[in-house]
């Protein structure tokens, strides 16, 4: 199985959601539970629902293969 980097993490959140800053630690050092902390104004005037979806999107076929669990944190720029 191809385990990602926290920083594959990273690049893949800030490639897909528009102006996104990501900061991503590995859990448990296993390469497959994430924290995430993300902020964009994407984010803006959506539901709390809609904003994990974003993140979930972008991290695409790897949240049902090599990523077992994330912990996402939002945040909108002022």
Do not use: Y
Not at 14 to 42: C, K, M, Q, W, Y
Not at 52 to 66: C, D, I, N, S, Y
Request: glycine letters at 2%.
């Amino acid at each position: 199985m191809n385990r990602l980097s926290t920083d594959d993490v990273k690049q893949l959140i800030e490639s897909n959601i528009p102006n996104a800053e990501a900061a991503v630690s590995d859990l448990t050092g296993t390469s497959d539970h994430f924290r995430i902390e993300v902020s964009s104004p994407a984010f803006r005037d959506l539901s709390r629902i809609d904003q994990h979806k974003l993140v979930h999107a972008a991290l695409g076929e790897h949240l049902t293969t090599t990523i077992h669990a994330v912990d996402i944190k939002i945040s909108i720029p002022a």
